[in-house]
């Protein structure tokens, strides 16, 4: 589906920095996101170095949430509510894809999940039923993201209350070259936000770098 405005929150950071990079390869008007208009201005102006392949829009949070048809969080777990807060009113009927981890330094390797039971639902919870909160790329070290010439072989759980909301992010991960797979309602997203805690542990005994996964099968047809 091209030509979507895909806002990302926070989209000066580096996770943000490479869904820019391969959502607007892949055809998306793209605008990232800050808390300082002039912070997305440079980060777009330093995407422009990285990828001139990227135009992208900067606007202040906000503003980038009701310009935006499709809305990415890509803040720090500690930011996630406060960031919300100053977007709620402009996200009624929208996907808002978020791809927090709840880590809590410093210990990341760690499995922490808040009471909540994860921080997609934690999100869900406080946005309402109106917003479409889909949850995924938990697992997806952003320094793969931001080389497209990169073939990334880590899935997506794709997690979220609406399987067409679900199916739409599914699309988008495979424009940015991953497979997404239906992980079912947003609480399942638990699972997703855990295992990048275990990866990490996986990273550190220097065996692999940017470890993944892979869900594997039969095929059913
Ligand atoms: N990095 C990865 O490889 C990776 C992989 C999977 C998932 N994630 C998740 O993706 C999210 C973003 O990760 P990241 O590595 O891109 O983070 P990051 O680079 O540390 O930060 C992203 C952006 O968050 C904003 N931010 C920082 N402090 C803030 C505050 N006090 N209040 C509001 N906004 C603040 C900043 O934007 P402005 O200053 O411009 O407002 C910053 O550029 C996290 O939840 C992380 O768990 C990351």
């Known amino acids: 589906m091209a030509n979507e405005t895909i806002a990302i929150l926070g989209g000066t950071g ?6 820019a990079i391969r959502w607007s390869r892949a055809g998306h008007r793209i605008i990232i996101g800050s808390r300082t208009l002039e912070k997305a201005q440079a980060a777009v102006a330093a995407l422009a170095e990285i990828s001139p392949d990227t135009p992208a829009e900067a606007m202040a949070n906000a503003d980038a949430a009701a310009a935006g048809d499709i809305v990415v969080l ?20 929208k996907i808002l ?51 497209p010439t990169l073939a990334i072989e880590c899935d997506v759980l ?14 988008l991960a495979a424009e940015a070259g991953m497979n997404g797979w239906h992980a079912g309602p947003i609480a399942n997203s638990a699972a997703a936000e855990a295992l990048t805690s275990i990866l990490i542990q996986i990273n550190r005994q220097g065996v692999l770098s940017h470890s993944g996964i892979k869900i594997v099968g039969q095929d059913a047809h």
């Open 14 to 19: 580096d996770l943000g920095t490479g869904l």
């Open 97 to 147: 894809i978020d791809v927090t981890v709840p880590l809590m330094p410093p210990k990341v390797g760690t499995v922490q999940l808040p009471a909540e039971g994860c921080a997609a639902k934690r999100a869900q919870d406080f946005l309402g039923d109106e917003v479409h909160v889909v949850s995924a790329f938990q697992n997806i070290a952003a320094d793969l993201l931001q080389d």
């Open 158 to 171: 794709v997690a979220g209350n609406s399987k067409d909301a679900r199916q739409r992010v599914i699309d």
């Open 74 to 93: 890509t803040v720090p777990f500690a930011h996630q509510i406060s960031t919300l807060e100053t977007v709620k009113p402009h996200l009624a009927g």
